[in-house]
């Protein structure tokens, strides 16, 4: 089955969720991880539980404070090796959100006051 949306692969989804956890400024659940990297249909709740462990386990994220997780230096390094997937899902990212923004604005003209 073809997967529509920003997400096609677990690529995709590691890589999102390296960009998340860069930005992040403080250690981050699983859970907050899923709210923060969807954006679509395309991702799911265990897509980002199947991910973020095997994450643990090659080094790209460490888990601290019970069960919340920070990027490590190699999560970091990974990141800029994914310079181009990066750029690509940030660039459909960015696209997604001015589509919704102009919705939302459409909607708001519209409405009657």
């Known amino acids: 089955m073809e997967r529509h949306g920003f997400i096609h ?3 995709d989804v590691k890589v999102l969720i390296l960009y998340i956890m860069s930005r992040a400024m403080y250690p981050v659940d ?8 969807y954006q679509d249909d ?9 991910a973020v462990p095997q994450m643990v386990e ?20 990974s990141l800029l090796d994914f310079q181009q997937e990066w750029n690509r899902l940030c660039g459909l990212v960015r696209q997604s959100l ?9 909607t708001k003209q519209k409405q009657p006051e």
């Not at 395309?42 to 199947?50: H, M, P």
């Not at 090659?58 to 390094?77: A, C, F, M, N, Q």
């Not at 001015?98 to 919705?103: F, I, L, R, W, Y």
């Open 42 to 50: 395309g991702l799911s709740y265990f897509d980002v539980a199947q």
């Open 9 to 11: 692969d677990m690529l």
């Open 98 to 106: 001015k589509k919704n923004e102009m919705s939302i604005i459409k």
């Open 30 to 37: 699983l859970q907050k991880i899923y709210e923060l990297s």
């Open 58 to 77: 090659s080094g790209h994220l460490e888990p601290v404070e019970g069960e919340r997780y920070v990027i490590t230096e190699k999560g970091t390094d």
